[in-house]
């Protein structure tokens, strides 16, 4: 299957700085990019939608200006969180969807950026 | 209402039980299914896509009921190793193709 790469795996912060998640796609080109929020014992919530070389869609009650999505290239896309606060801790994971054909999509997963901000 | 909701588990069985996975779906425009699995810590992994006629692979069996609007997973003979939360997942292609998870169910099989 495809290879979705997301770093850094682990990041600790202190309140009020920035955190930049990166997310590739190593051996295909992904014009559309999920980042995912998943609290302790929750499902994963969708935050976004990136797709290459517009504007991200957020989800109803996520802040754009907190959360900073980039995806400049067909294989890349940021995520900033901007201004951290504790309860911005959380595990952020980005998807790549991939489109087989007409009705057959799959998703690959990154392998998630624990966030703890202190 | 949720747009993707499973059962809230979670399920504590035997190993070599048989073990079954609902989930329904509020969007009538979802046209893609999947389960994946998700292990402690770690991001989910595809156990399978669930196609109209029902699909299995092994001991696992996926079905879909569109009329209901729910899918079902199987798992039979479970093993210590199946152990994880079960993710259900729909694709919203009238949403820009948006991948909609469930809350999970979550599996413990003993020994």
């Known amino acids: 299957g495809a290879v979705v790469s997301q770093h850094p795996s682990w990041v600790i912060c202190k309140s009020g700085t920035s955190v930049k998640i990166e997310c590739r796609s190593l051996?295909?080109?992904?014009?559309?990019m999920f980042w995912y929020r998943q609290f302790p014992k929750q499902s994963l919530m969708l935050m976004a939608t990136?797709?290459?070389?517009?504007?991200?869609?957020?989800e109803q009650g996520v802040e754009k200006d907190k959360f900073l999505i980039n995806h400049a290239s067909l294989t890349l896309s940021t995520l900033t969180v901007t201004s951290a606060h504790p309860e911005d801790s959380s595990f952020y994971i980005c998807?790549?969807?991939?489109?087989?054909?007409?009705?057959?999509?799959?998703?690959?997963f990154g392998q998630g950026t624990r966030l703890t901000v202190v | 209402r949720k747009e993707v909701e499973q059962d809230p588990g979670p399920f504590n069985v035997p190993e070599g039980a048989t073990v079954a996975f609902n989930c329904t779906y509020s969007n009538s425009a979802s046209q893609s299914f999947f389960w994946y699995r998700q292990d402690c810590r770690k991001e989910p992994k595809l156990l399978m896509s669930?196609?109209?006629s029902g699909n299995e692979d092994g001991r696992f069996t996926a079905q879909l009921n569109r009329a209901s609007q729910y899918i079902s997973l199987l798992i039979r003979d479970s093993k210590l190793s199946d152990s994880a939360t079960y993710l259900c997942v729909v694709i919203l292609y009238n949403q820009g193709g948006k991948l909609i998870f469930g809350q999970g169910t979550e599996l413990s099989v003993k020994p």
């Open positions: 669930v196609y109209s």
């Open positions: 998807s790549a969807r991939v489109d087989r054909s007409p009705m057959r999509t799959e998703a690959f």
């Open positions: 051996d295909f080109q992904a014009t559309t």
């Open positions: 990136s797709n290459e070389g517009s504007k991200a869609t957020y």
